[in-house]
Every structure is written in structure tokens, then in C-alpha cells.
T-cell receptor, first 117, second 115 residues
């Protein structure tokens, strides 16, 4: 079982460039999430999805877009990269949180370290 | 939105010492979770708490869900070098609320253990 797989692991972008961070999971989870992690700030939710075709904004969605065409994949798109988007990005997935105990356990990918210069 | 205040921000301890960290919130959470993040990796769940007052252990780790449902603490006993990492608390909001299904994370506690 691969779990949650993120690619790439590292990337450097110039201001104004665009890129897509890929995320796929093989656990048949309903929920998928994108978080960004900045030093001393914990993890902030960017977007999440409760199932294929459904996405919603998290706490810090500006400058990002997502899509969920399949249960397995949840790519995160940066259209016009800005220095403020320099961060470590984590994708995660889970079953339906709260439906029963232990469903809120999030499985995280190993992260994408992005620098915008 | 909901916020969690986690303290301390960092800890430097000697191997064998006990560690305590906590999270507080102005909002009520139905579930408290504690995660550990190793360098270069994503967070991994350590302990999950589902009821107010609940005390749960996982090896040398013990966590409690506060009675008010607005706080939680994590204790690590007899620390070892592999305990090094960042520890995060996270809360899951009430069913039917706007935050339902989305975890809110604390800022993290960076733990360093000196051999």
C-alpha cells in the first residue's frame, strides 16, 4: 500500500510561473486535503474535498485552485506563483470524519517543499 | 476561524526526562488528536481522544481530553533521542458546524532531546 503520494518533493519557481502539485491516494478515502506548513505556524488548510467532483475552500485558499475528478487524485494548482507561497505543502486523506471513531485519522504525504524566488 | 494555541513552542531536554505540552482553544472540539512530524516527512497520528475527560496512553505517551473540551495535553515519559520532532495537536469541530470534517492544527512544539 503506497498510501498518500505527493510529487514533486522539491521545486523552485520564479515569480509568476505556474505549477501543479500532484497528490494521489490508494486507500479509497472520501476526504482529501491540502495543507501548507510555515515555520511556527502549524498547518493551515488550503482546500479540501469530500468526494469526487466536490471541493471547498479552507482557511487560506487565495492563489490556489484544486480539482477532484477522481477519488484517488487531488491536484493543487498555483497559477501565478508569489514569494508568499514559499512553503511546505502536504496532501492528506481520510475516511468521512466523525462517521465513526477513527475515521478522522488523516494520512499525510511526505510533502512538497516549494520555493518561489 | 477556530484557533489552537499550543505551548511550549520548543523544548530542549535531556534523554530520560519527561515532557509535557498542551493545547488550548476558545472553541469546543469533539475530537482531539496528537500528531508527530519527523524531519522531511508528513505528520503521523500518535493518539486520538474522543470524550471529555478521556485519558489515553500509547506506550510512553499519554494524552488527555480536557473536561471543558477546550484543551488537551500530551505527556512523554522517559524521553529518548528518537522522540525528536515536531508535535502537533489538532481538533475536530462539532457535527453540523462550519468546521466539521476539517482539522484545526496547533502551531507545533519542536522537541529536541540531548543524549
Amino acid at each position: 500500500n503506497a498510501g498518500v503520494t505527493q510529487t514533486p518533493k522539491f521545486r523552485i519557481l520564479k515569480i509568476g510561473q505556474s505549477m501543479t502539485l500532484q497528490c494521489t491516494q490508494d486507500m479509497n478515502h472520501n476526504y482529501m486535503y491540502w495543507y501548507r506548513q510555515d515555520p511556527g505556524m502549524g498547518l493551515k488548510l488550503i482546500y479540501y474535498s469530500v468526494g469526487a467532483g466536490i471541493t471547498d475552500k479552507g482557511e487560506v485558499p487565495n492563489g490556489y485552485n484544486v480539482s477532484r475528478s477522481t477519488t484517488e487524485d487531488f491536484p493543487l494548482r498555483l497559477e501565478l506563483a508569489a514569494p508568499s507561497q514559499t512553503s511546505v505543502y502536504f496532501c492528506a486523506s481520510s475516511y468521512y470524519p466523525g462517521q465513526s471513531e477513527k475515521n478522522e485519522k488523516l494520512f499525510f504525504g511526505s510533502g512538497t517543499q516549494l520555493s518561489v524566488l | 476561524g477556530q484557533q489552537l494555541n499550543q505551548s511550549p513552542q520548543s523544548m530542549f531536554i535531556q534523554e530520560g526526562e519527561d515532557v509535557s505540552m498542551n493545547c488550548t482553544s476558545s472553541s469546543i472540539f469533539n475530537t482531539w488528536l496528537w500528531y508527530k512530524q519527523d524531519p522531511g516527512e508528513g505528520p503521523v497520528l500518535l493518539i486520538a481522544l474522543y470524550k471529555a475527560g478521556e485519558l489515553t496512553s500509547n506506550g510512553r505517551l499519554t494524552a488527555q481530553f480536557g473536561i471543558t473540551r477546550k484543551d488537551s495535553f500530551l505527556n512523554i515519559s522517559a524521553s529518548i533521542p528518537s522522540d525528536v520532532g515536531i508535535y502537533f495537536c489538532a481538533g475536530l469541530g462539532n457535527a453540523g458546524g462550519t468546521s466539521y470534517g476539517k482539522l484545526t492544527f496547533g502551531q507545533g512544539t519542536i522537541l529536541t532531546v540531548h543524549p
